[in-house]
């Protein structure tokens, strides 16, 4: 088997369910997830409508490239939202339906990065960061090199300290915004300074928007790598690319439908690639997809869900834990009283609440882990799930005895 496979981490989950496995919840509480990002809003029922009006299509295979309706409708939601110059997207040349940004992300450095450039490569990711990015380094031959996400820059890597050599040896440079776990959305300067800087050292930018229509200012909406491209007049996207997706803006986890758009030259070998990949996007869900980004009334829906969450979670909260309401995204970055895994650990314990450790979706850089004494909580239960979570960890910061011990073991107390 590939040896590049031993350097993957077990993914976050799989630790946080050895660390549960240590405990038992109280049989009286009803269990409340806030551990994966998994919306739990109910999905468009014209989107659930489309589907059973095409199961038919169930007996034709779908071509790699995708219908050119779902393209052309990307291409127009595209051009809309992040107000692009008019004709500067073409569907068929800058747009690839994928099957969720997770596949794509992943695939895309696989078919990006060139092994035979003599200093080995490297993929430059946020830290904490959506553990594919690393993998995607780790299984294109590539070494990932961690930019800390910390709260004094308003958890945005410092792009300002990253050396000259590295950039040098950067080709492949991840940015998510919002962010996961932060919620950080990266500016049109920051944006603008980052695509200098691919020019100047040849890499490309591929940046996650997977959470970009979740936001709490209506006249606000997060900024896009596209965005500012054609804020400097880059209508070719050079260098450029971005991940988007209808599993958060629409409740879709499950339909596995995304796309990414960008440099036309970079798409077309990266099509090619995955016309081996073997990934098209089954026709029924291609034209259920056509319906939902056609659509932007449940969108705006989903938002006020988010809102009313964000509103009654913080207000029980806000004075008990230090943790604040971020640019946008479902996620609360909290910092922990005690170590992140004792927190999760025991929160679980007393309270049948599961949150996931910041550091299992961050690595230690020169004695720093970003997500050390933080934990990630995903507000997708119903409102008055989310309500309930957050008065029973209120109740359980009462029992939290604080402490400056930043180096607790990896597991958790098995004790508790």
């Known amino acids: 088997m590939n040896p590049d496979l031993n350097q993957l981490q077990p993914y976050p989950f799989e630790k946080l369910n050895a660390l549960k496995a240590a405990v038992s919840p109280p049989e009286n509480l009803p269990h ?42 990307i291409g127009q939601w595209l051009t809309h939202r992040f107000k692009l110059t008019a ?9 690839i339906p994928v099957n969720g940004t997770r596949e794509a992300i992943f695939s895309f450095a696989q078919a990006a990065i060139n092994k035979t450039t003599g200093d080995k490569p490297l993929i430059i990711t946020p830290n904490p960061f959506y553990q594919i ?51 950080a959305v990266f500016d049109s ?36 790598l596209l965005q500012a491209c054609r804020e400097i007049g880059r209508d070719d996207y050079r260098r450029c690319v971005v991940f988007h997706s209808l599993s958060k803006r629409s409740n879709l986890p499950g339909l596995r439908s995304g796309f990414i758009a960008g440099d036309a030259d970079l798409l077309k070998p990266f099509l090619l690639y995955r016309t081996y990949h073997g990934c098209a996007m089954p026709i029924q869900h291609q034209l259920a997809s056509i319906a939902a980004w056609s659509d932007e009334d449940h969108v705006k829906s989903n938002r006020d869900k988010y809102r009313a969450k964000f509103d009654a979670v913080l207000d029980i909260l806000g004075d008990k834990l230090e943790v604040s309401k971020p640019d946008a ?88």
């Open 329 to 416: 995204g479902f996620y609360l970055w909290a910092k922990t009283p005690i170590s992140d895994v004792d927190f999760a650990q025991q929160l679980f314990a007393q309270q049948n609440i599961t949150v996931l450790p910041g550091r299992y979706i961050g690595r230690t850089v020169d004695g720093l882990n970003p997500g050390e004494n933080r934990i990630r909580m995903a507000l997708v239960a119903p409102l008055e799930e989310c309500i309930t979570a957050a008065k029973r960890i209120r109740e359980f910061l009462n029992t939290v005895i604080p402490t400056n011990n930043r180096h607790s073991r990896e597991g958790g107390n098995p004790a508790l």
């Open 87 to 95: 004709n500067s997207i073409d569907p068929q040349r800058h747009v």
């Open 133 to 183: 990015y690393e993998g995607a380094a780790f299984l294109a031959g590539a070494e990932p090199h961690f930019l800390p996400c910390l709260e004094d820059n308003h958890f945005i890597p410092d792009f300002d300290a990253v050396s000259e050599d590295i950039w040098q040896r950067c080709q492949l440079l991840f940015l998510c915004s919002p962010g996961n776990p932060t919620g």
């Open 32 to 73: 409340i997830a806030l551990s994966i990002g998994e919306p739990k809003h109910e999905p468009p029922a014209f989107v659930k409508q489309s589907l059973n009006d095409n199961m038919d299509k169930l007996a034709n295979y779908p071509s790699t490239k995708g219908l050119p309706e779902l393209s052309a409708r």
């Open 189 to 224: 300067k920051t944006l603008h300074k980052l695509i200098a800087l691919a020019d100047q050292y040849d890499f490309i930018i591929a940046s996650d928007e997977c959470y970009s229509e979740l936001y709490f200012d209506e006249q606000q909406p997060p900024t896009g």
